[in-house]
């Protein structure tokens, strides 16, 4: 399954970390490059062929801005970083804007509405029922028995994203009992027979 790429540009290592932890979060895969020189951008797009850019808006100054603006591309989304509400690079035309006071749960929710919406990878797993392997992590501990704050737990991802990959599962594999889903994860060796049996 090939992944979605996405470069990410921050000066900040805190941020650069954060940031990929939350996207690695998300129930598709990703292949993330990080740069901390905005400089090395372009040549990064021409190697890469991104799919999103995201960047944090507070160290474009109007020295480098224009290696932004020059390297826009329509079929590129833009996804910016910014330190609070309504405070972002007016001279970007972002397509969503992120803010770092933004909760955990806002941030993971925005990023899959706007990055699945636009893989097309990720549409056509919806139509043959093929799930990511974070889809396969929920699904084992589900066929376990888990809760989902169990899960949520364990995972360190909020509930309510445990709930919506849960929701992706169903609508990808038409599976809709708990019974089901263990059938399923124990025929694709996802769990063992032997899980199974301990429960």
Aim: charged share 25%; glycine share 4%.
């Amino acid at each position: 399954m090939s992944s979605l790429k996405i470069i990410l540009f921050c000066k900040s290592p805190i941020i650069r970390a954060g940031v990929v932890s939350l996207l690695n979060k998300l129930s598709i895969s990703l292949e993330i490059k990080t740069i901390s020189s905005i400089d090395k951008l372009g040549k990064m797009i021409t190697i890469h062929n991104p799919r999103f850019i995201i960047y944090s808006s507070s160290y474009l100054t109007s020295d480098n801005i224009f290696v932004l603006n020059k390297n826009k591309n329509p079929g590129i989304k833009y996804i910016e970083i910014a330190d609070r509400k309504n405070v972002h690079s007016v001279n970007i035309q972002s397509d969503i804007i992120i803010t770092l006071d933004n909760s955990e749960e806002d941030i993971i929710n925005t990023l899959e509405r706007i990055i699945p919406e636009n893989n097309g990878q990720e549409k056509k797993n919806a139509q043959t029922g093929i799930i990511s392997d974070r889809e396969k992590t929920i699904l084992r501990n589900v066929a376990l028995g888990k809760t989902n704050k169990e899960i949520s737990e364990k995972l360190f991802i909020s509930p309510h994203t445990v709930i919506t990959h849960r929701k992706n599962i169903t609508a990808k594999l038409g599976i809709k009992t708990i019974a089901g889903l263990t059938i399923y994860a124990t025929l694709n060796k996802i769990i063992s027979p032997d899980e199974v049996m301990r429960l």
